[in-house]
């Protein structure tokens, strides 16, 4: 398969698909999204494809605030900086195998933005 750049929201499904394989399978972030928050991804992944598509391609139909779970997750489990690192570390490397290209380059700018601006929040409300 030759890698492209991502050009749509099936290239997001793609992208959201692996990413959030690498983070079940993570031992820092699994734990986190399958035994504290008990995520259920049937629910979940459409939201962040939603999400992405409109982040990336400025397309309606996420729908969602996506700092509030979080906060509420903070309430009961601490996330620091090593978790949003860990984060962008399995975003980027998923991209990275699968897409190149200025849409992919963006992806990875809108996921560092985030989790930067979300790593300092989450410091501060740590404290």
Not at 12 to 37: D, H, T, W
Not at 39 to 67: I, R
Not at 95 to 122: C, H, N
């Amino acid at each position: 398969m030759q890698i492209r750049d991502i050009e749509n929201k099936e290239d997001i499904v793609i992208l959201i698909n692996n990413f959030y394989e690498k983070i079940r399978s993570n031992e820092l972030m699994g734990p986190i999204f399958n035994e504290i928050a008990h995520v259920n991804w049937a629910h979940h992944l459409p939201k962040m494809y939603d999400f992405w598509n409109m982040a990336l391609f400025d397309k309606p139909g996420y729908v969602g605030h996506p700092l509030k779970p979080h906060l509420e997750l903070n309430q009961h489990f601490k996330i620091n900086n090593e978790h949003f690192k860990t984060w962008l570390i399995l975003f980027n490397s998923s991209v990275d195998e699968l897409f190149t290209g200025p849409m992919a380059e963006e992806a990875k700018q809108r996921a560092k933005s985030i989790g930067e601006t979300w790593a300092y929040k989450f410091e501060y409300l740590n404290k």
